[in-house]
């Protein structure tokens, strides 16, 4: 067996300024995590290319690694085996609650996210309230965390993420707290962003019709150990309706698949 | 699952299904679902304004009718004389003594005395409470060392150390301080460490993924996020702070230390006074309360309503 370093590109290859074509914006090759020594990795030789602009769904059973590919993704952890590379400094990442800062408006924590990339207050107050109109939610600057919607938190921590100015949009299950009004709602909201911003998402989700409203391309992954099994490429134009019957179809589909792959561990 | 789907097939890795579709289904649900969403969801955040009358019977009244009745009782008993007038003197007799404190200025300067010690060994504990909280939080091994004789100390009622404070700075304001700073530094150290404890592990993340460094989440994540324990501490520390000083003064009277509330308190015990002494815990009550309604319920109220962690009722 070959050893495999683990690594993480931090784009010293330039891979973000030389042309989002150059290459794929992130690749992830023969990655294995494991979180102790005796029992079965998590991860085990997960391969996952994702292209520049592209929206991926990231589709799999509650605990089979998700996040943790998630996290080796966004630089949070290491792997045990293989490489991951990210054509981003950082990718930005949404977690599946808003995440905010309780202490700090709307703007202050759209704000928090531009201070590393060394803007001067004026300039970050005006950036913060571009991003928050971008999210629809103009005006609302000033107001805290706790007086918004849990919908708005999303916006506010997709406004926040947005402020990065990263290429690479990490999403793990961001919208798996709300109600399906919502959800309907911030679904149409971050395909807008996506196309208008040219972004590369990853999105993780276990709701099968979300996958396949959002995504280009659903990749499933298996459960213990974690793999990426089988994908689908969904080209649906947007803006699709989750309950059209082109997304029915796919997500019946898929969810049978899903089922199998679920029913292995059931002896 | 409805059986109309095609039996899935394990593909070859790369191969790829393409699904078009034809029809859009319903529309999506567009941005004035989403602004209609949005004034739903905030219309009720607004805090209604307490009215006046409505402040009046709620939290003015029931202390006043409170007292009123205490007075009364007092009164009663009194007029009953189940004890002797030297040792339960008359609401009146004491409402005299404590006019005649008040206007003779003798009030006004243990107030002061003994406020501007508290202020000073307070801001001294906060201090040297915050450094040791921080050390202790910075380093496991001085936690595992310390952390519970601190903790051991915050239950020690600090007038034990009176005594061992005197032979070490005979009757000074040093000895004062001791046993000041005994009281109130656990409690601020101690608070500290419970609110950088209490620091929900995602925070950090969101400052790792946002890309501050070190430093800049300690300043601008971990400590803000720690305020509120902090501030409990702070809180908790004045309240050891006075109650320590009073003890303090209580014993160490002497007449280069001045007269703080405590020895006003020890005068009236010397010429058995029983109204000096009323007049004197009266004092000592009024400027806890005072101070604890002026500077440190605004403080925490401000806070954790920022937070949207009270429930204002
Ligand atoms: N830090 C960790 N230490 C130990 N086990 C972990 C850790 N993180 C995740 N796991 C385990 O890895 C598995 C996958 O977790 P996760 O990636 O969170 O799944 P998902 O996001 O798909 O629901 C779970 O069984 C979980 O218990
Ligand atoms: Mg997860």
Redesign the interface.
Known sequence: MSTVTASTSSGAGGLRSVGAEAGPSVRVQGVCQSFDRMGPPVLDGVDLTVAPGEFLCLLGASGCGKSTLLNLLAGLAEPTAGTVDVAADRPSLMFQEPALLPWLTAGGNVELALKPRGMRRAQRREESARLLRLVNLEGQSGKRPHELSGGMRQRVALARALAQDSPVLLMDEPFAALDAITRDVLHEELVRVWSTQRLTVVFVTHNVREAVRLAQRVVLMSSRPGRIVREWAVELSQPRAIESPGVGALATEITTELHREISRHAR | ??G???T?V??PAGH????????????????S???G??AL??AS?ARPRRRPWHVLVHSVLPPVVFLAALVGVWQLVHAAGLKPSYALPSPTDVATTFWETVTDGRAAEAIWTSVSRGGVGFALSLVIGTLLGLAMWASTWLRAAIGPIVSGLQSLPSVAWVPAAIIWFQLTDAAIYTVVLLGAVPSIANGLLTGFKQVPP??D??G??????GL?RIR??LL??A?PGYLGGLRQGWAFAWRSLMAAELITYSPSLGQGLGQLLNIGRELSQMSLVITSITLILLVGVAIELLVFAPLERG?LR????TVDR
């Open positions: 699952m409805p109309e789907s095609s899935p394990r593909l790829v299904e393409t699904h078009t579709g034809q029809q859009q289904g319903r529309a999506t649900p567009g941005r679902v989403e602004a969403l949005d969801d905030t955040v995602l925070f993340r969101v790792r993924v946002l890309g501050l460094g800049g601008l994540v803000p996020a305020l806070v920022r937070r949207g962690l």
